[in-house]
């Protein structure tokens, strides 16, 4: 009977533990889609009245980054299972030189990624000196098509 305890109160902290960090991941993917919709909406407007628009709206770099981070910065859309300390917008360019959170080189193209630890619940509890949680990393892409008006 205590063999079988301890294999199903291991079987518990396994599910908890995973399906905490899968919510988190969850919520924060959807902060990210969010976030990239919100500034992907974000119309350079001295471009379009300067220059033809042609299938893509162009966008201002300061505005899609201010709103990206105004979104995600909300208390509401970060995650619950986040450490709040480790919940940050990713920002800088990669190995390939795009922006990791902001306007992509094509100019119409909105990238946001997202970070945080996710603590787990019952195995910090024993392994605390060996990990914090687990770190999630989520990428959200939005483009702002145009669509000609038809007769």
Do not use: K
């Amino acid at each position: 009977m205590i063999f079988f305890a301890v294999i199903i109160a291991g079987l518990i902290t396994v599910i908890v533990d995973v399906s905490t960090v899968f919510l988190a991941q969850r919520e924060l993917q959807s902060t990210a889609d969010g976030a990239a919709l919100a500034a992907a909406q974000q119309a350079d407007v001295q471009a379009i009245y300067t220059a033809p628009v042609g299938d893509q709206l162009p966008l201002s770099a300061a505005q899609v980054l201010s709103v990206a981070n105004l979104y995600s910065s909300n208390g509401a859309r970060i995650p619950h299972e986040c450490s709040r300390s480790s919940y940050r917008l990713v920002l800088g360019q990669d190995v390939a030189g795009n922006e990791r959170t902001g306007l992509q080189a094509d100019g119409s193209t909105v990238r946001i990624e997202i970070t945080c630890t996710v603590p787990l619940p019952f195995v910090s509890l024993v392994a605390r000196a060996f990990t914090n949680g687990v770190t999630i990393d989520e990428v959200a892409y939005a483009r702002a098509a145009v669509t000609p008006n038809l007769p």
